[in-house]
């Protein structure tokens, strides 16, 4: 069974991404932003952590790919987060 810190490591990683992709203000990223804010809206309401793991890793495999394009685009810190939160589950 996952933990509650766990969870909220993710949920945290998760808005870190979701932030990310905002940030970049890039069409090809707005089926991911949809898909965080829709993760983190559930869990915060039914407090099931699955959907934020998964875009977790989503997020973390699109983000490591954009750094390795643009690598002062995506900081080391974010993909650290993100690493950590789904190492866990």
Avoid: T
């Avoid at 766990?6 to 990310?20: M, T, Y």
């Avoid at 099931?48 to 977790?56: D, H, S, T």
């Amino acid at each position: 069974m996952m933990n509650v810190k766990n969870d909220q490591r993710v949920e945290k990683a998760c808005e870190g991404a979701l932030a990310k992709f905002q940030s970049l203000g890039n069409e090809k990223y707005a089926d991911i932003q949809s898909k965080l804010e829709y993760v983190l809206g559930s869990y915060a309401y039914d407090g099931n952590p699955v959907g934020l793991y998964e875009y977790a890793e989503k997020s973390l495999k699109m983000l490591k790919a954009l750094k390795k394009d643009k690598p002062r685009s995506v900081s080391d810190k974010l993909i650290a987060d993100l690493e950590k939160a789904v190492s866990v589950k």
